[in-house]
C-alpha cells in the first residue's frame, strides 16, 4: 500500500469527521463543539446575563492591558453603582482547574483582579449579589478544543508524549564547496614508451576497475599492450590519441568521486566553536540532497576574508555532491539541556499564536506557546504549557482542522 500524504489524510478525518451524525453518535465517537459567539450582547459588546430585572453584562478586555474581565450592572435598565455590587467568575479548564476571580470598583464598571490566561476556553460560572440577592448564570466559552475516540486517535495516527526537559543541538550553519580527493584519482602513464594505436574511453565516461583503457605499440619491441583502470571512477583528463607518442606523458586522468571532501568556510570569531570530529549535517541547496559526516582537520592558511577552512570527508556515490557544488554546512557544536521542550512535529498556527494539543482524556485542546531555542527536533518552551503535560507530536494538524471545521472562534 502507497504511503497517504498528509492532505490525503487531512481529507479523509474531514470526511469522516463531518460525515458524523453527532446528535445519533455514541457520546465516545462524538466531537465536541466550541461556542460560536451567538448570543445577546449589552451595550459594551459584552455578553448580557439576565435574570428578571437584573443584569450582568460581562466582557473580556484586552485593548492596551493583558486580558481581563470587566463588568457593567444594571437594574431596572439602570447603571449600578459599581460598589454595591459583589461580583465572582469562576473560570473552569480543561482538567478541572479553576480560576476563581474577583472584582473591585473602577469608574462605571467592576474591573477583575487577574489576568485571564489563554486559551480563553473554559466554562464559566458568574454568581452576582445585589441588594440581598443571590444570581447564578453557566455557560461555554470553548475555543481551540475538540474530542476524539480512542479509535479515532488510532486511525489517524495521533501520538503524543509528555511534555518534559530535553537535550537541544546547538548548531553553527556555514557555507562552503566540494572539491575532489586527490587520493582517488590516478593519472595514467604508458610503461614503455610507444605509439598510441587505440584509445577507448572519452572525457565523463564512467570506468570500472579493470576496465580497458588505451592501446600502446612499444618503441622497443613494437608488440602492442594494453593499459587497464586501475580504480572505478570518471575520464577527467584525456590528453592522448591514437597515432601519438607516449614521450612520457600523462594520458588520461581519472577521478573517483564516491567521497568527496566538503570545504567548509569558518570565519575566525567562530573558530574557537569548531574542533576535529564535531558532527555535521551537509546540504545541498540546488538539490537539496544532504549527507553527514563529521570535521577532519582544518587548513591552518587563514583566507583574505578572514575564515579557515574546516574539512569533512563525505559520501558522494551518487554524484549528488559532485566536485564544485556549493553547499551549506550544519556543525553540531554542543548540547544544551532545557527544563521544557515539546517537539516541533507537534507545533500548529492558531490565530496569533504557535500551539501544541493538549490532551486530557478524550479532549484536546490548544496551548499557546512562549518559544526559545530550538534544534532540528526540539524547541524550548518558555511558558504556556506546564511540564509533565501530555501533547499530540504527531498529525496534530487533524485536531487543528477538526477546530476550524467547527467554526471556533476567540469570541467573548
Not at 58 to 80: H, K, M, N, Q, S
Not at 192 to 198: D, P, Y
Not at 237 to 259: F, H, K, M, W, Y
Amino acid at each position: 500500500m502507497k504511503r497517504l500524504t498528509q492532505f490525503t489524510w487531512l481529507c479523509i478525518a474531514v470526511l469522516l469527521l463531518s460525515g458524523c451524525d453527532f446528535d445519533n453518535a455514541m457520546p465516545e465517537e462524538r466531537m465536541a463543539e466550541s461556542v460560536d459567539g451567538d448570543y445577546e450582547r449589552g451595550p459594551n459588546n459584552g455578553r448580557l446575563l439576565q435574570e428578571g430585572d437584573f443584569e450582568v453584562e460581562l466582557a473580556i478586555f484586552e485593548t492596551g492591558v493583558p486580558p481581563e474581565y470587566r463588568a457593567w450592572v444594571r437594574a431596572e435598565g439602570e447603571l449600578v453603582i459599581p460598589s454595591t455590587a459583589d461580583l465572582q467568575v469562576t473560570l473552569t479548564r480543561l482538567g478541572n482547574v479553576r480560576d476563581l476571580i474577583g472584582f473591585y470598583p473602577e469608574g462605571d464598571y467592576l474591573r477583575g483582579d487577574q489576568v485571564i490566561y489563554e486559551p480563553h476556553s473554559f466554562l464559566v460560572t458568574v454568581e452576582a449579589r445585589y441588594q440581598g440577592r443571590q444570581h447564578r448564570w453557566e455557560f461555554e466559552n470553548f475555543e481551540g478544543r475538540t474530542s476524539v475516540s480512542p479509535a479515532m486517535v488510532s486511525a489517524f495516527g495521533i501520538e503524543t508524549e509528555i511534555a518534559g526537559p530535553a537535550s537541544l543541538s546547538q548548531d553553527l550553519s556555514v557555507v562552503g564547496k566540494t572539491t575532489a580527493h586527490q587520493e582517488y584519482s590516478r593519472q595514467i602513464s604508458a610503461r614503455f614508451n610507444g605509439i598510441v594505436t587505440a584509445v577507448y574511453v572519452s572525457v565523463g565516461d564512467r570506468i570500472r576497475e579493470g576496465q580497458r583503457l588505451l592501446t600502446i605499440e612499444s618503441d622497443s619491441s613494437l608488440a602492442p599492450y594494453t593499459i587497464s583502470s586501475p580504480i572505478n571512477g570518471y575520464i577527467s583528463q584525456r590528453i592522448a590519441n591514437p597515432g601519438e607518442q607516449t614521450n612520457n606523458r600523462v594520458l588520461l586522468e581519472i577521478l573517483d568521486t564516491s567521497q568527496v571532501w566538503a570545504e567548509l568556510s569558518i570565519h575566525l570569531s567562530q573558530r574557537n566553536q569548531v574542533t576535529e570530529g564535531m558532527p555535521v549535517i551537509i546540504r545541498s541547496p540546488i538539490s537539496e540532497a544532504t549527507v553527514t559526516g563529521s570535521i577532519d582537520s582544518f587548513n591552518l592558511s587563514v583566507r583574505p576574508n578572514q575564515s579557515v577552512i574546516a574539512r569533512v570527508l563525505i559520501n558522494n556515490e551518487n554524484n549528488a555532491f559532485a566536485p564544485g557544488t556549493f553547499i551549506e554546512g550544519s556543525i553540531e557544536t554542543g548540547e544544551i539541556e532545557v527544563p521544557l521542550a515539546v517537539k516541533r512535529t507537534g507545533l500548529q498556527p492558531f490565530r496569533d499564536f504557535t500551539v501544541v494539543f493538549a490532551q486530557i482524556g478524550d479532549t484536546y485542546e490548544v496551548r499557546m506557546l512562549d518559544l526559545g531555542r530550538q534544534d532540528g527536533e526540539w524547541i524550548e518552551v518558555l511558558g504556556g504549557l506546564n511540564p509533565g503535560t501530555t501533547y499530540v507530536t504527531t498529525n496534530s494538524y487533524i485536531l487543528k482542522a477538526d477546530v476550524e471545521k467547527s467554526g471556533a472562534s476567540h469570541d467573548h
